[in-house]
Every structure is written in C-alpha cells, then in structure tokens.
C-alpha cells in the first residue's frame, strides 16, 4: 500500500466532504428548501443521483468517466466564471487536463483502475483534448487575466508537471477549489438560520458517509490491490458528490426556484 495514496486520499476527503455539505444551504437560499417535507424531499433526490452516479460507473465505467471529466472542467470553470467568457470553462478545462499532457502514463494508470482493468486510452485521448481546449481558451482570454490570475494558471502548469497527477489535483482541490467555495456559501448564511442549516448537513454528512461505507464494502474484494480500491473510492466517491453538487449549484446560479 502506498502510504502517500492513502494521505491524499484523506486529505481530498477531508476537504471534499465540507465541500458538499453545504449544499443544503444552497438548496435552502435557492427556494428548494423551506420545511421538513421539501427538506427531505432535497436530500432524497441528492442521494438518488449519487446512487445513480455509483451504478453507472460500475456498469458503465468508461462512459461515466469521460462524463464525469466533461463534468469536472465545467464544475471547476465555476471558479473563475466571473473572470472569463464561457462561465470560466477554459480554466476549468486546463485544470482538469493538464495532468494528461504532463503525465500521460500516471493517469493512465489511474484511469485503468477507475476502468477495472479496461484500456484507458480513449479516455486519457478525451481528457488530453479538453486540455488542449482549455488552453486555447485560456489565450484566448489573457486579456482579462490579471497579474495574480496569470500566477495562478502558470502555478497549476508548474504543478502538473512537478506533482504527480494525484497530488496535483490535491494542490488545486484543497487550496483553491474547495476554500473559495466555502468561504463564499458560509458568507451568504444568516447567523438566524445557522442551525437549521447545520443540521441538514449533519443528516446529509451522515448519509453520504454511510452511502460509501457500504460501497467500499461492497468492492474491496473486487479491486486487484489496495492502491486501485483507494483510487476507485476516492474518484467515484467524488464524482457521486459532484454530479449532484454541480446541478444543485447550476439551479443556484440561474434563479430557477
């Protein structure tokens, strides 16, 4: 077992599960929430499309990844969608990309594992065009990046090729990704309806944590080492916290309630 696997793994999860939990706020700030009926009914569907996610992985992991990647660029766009044309997406797209650029063979074997042993080469062929996309928007954009803007994209290309694919991703999710959002959904809570909120999200933390419990017993016998049942619980845990995080976040966003 690699020791440095299981420390990004945790770190990830440790970030990643805050990130989300928040979510019941959003949905309650977006009209989604406002009694106990609609508050179950919320966190009902969020569990169902994170049900959903997890079964088409494994019934369809090579079409669930690239959409999951296509996902991920878009969802991580968020990030500078008030800085560049297309709600951020050339950002988004560069940061998911990169690794595939700088080490193909890393996240090719990282992608094997999420494929349960099936070739990844279509999917790291897919993940390579999104980056090379992305940094066509990127340019496209300079213009509107400033000084500290064009730090950060040039950080994230000093990165990808320094870091491995994994500790890569860790850098970016747990001191960008992950604190911007957080800082900005605790800003936007009134301090009259902290504990309502906090104890949907203890509910909805509870689930989820009990909802990968079950998955990680469910595929630990499955998976060909322990590095690989690290990787497939890591990466399809988050992409079944992500899907429903980004609809949630996109209704948010468009004033639909």
Known sequence: MDLSVVIAAGLI????VPHGALDPFVAYRSGLVNNLFTGVRFISIYLLIMLAVVASWLLLPELTLITFLLLSGV???????????WQGLGYGALVVGLPALTHTDQV??????????????LSIQVLQIIAVVGALLVLAELRRINGWQRAEIVALMLASVICSPLWYFVGYFCLLHSPRHLVDEIAKIPQQQRKKVMLVTLITLVTTLAIFASVALGQWHKAPDI???????????????????MFLLAWADRGCA
């Open 13 to 16: 999860a440790i970030m990643g």
């Open 227 to 245: 590095n690989a049942f690290i990787y497939q619980l890591l990466f399809i845990g988050m992409a079944a916290l992500t899907v429903p995080h």
């Open 75 to 85: 969802h991580f766009g968020r990030d500078w969608r008030q800085i560049v044309n």
């Open 108 to 121: 090719a074997q990282i992608f094997s594992f999420l494929l349960f042993g099936a070739s990844p080469d």
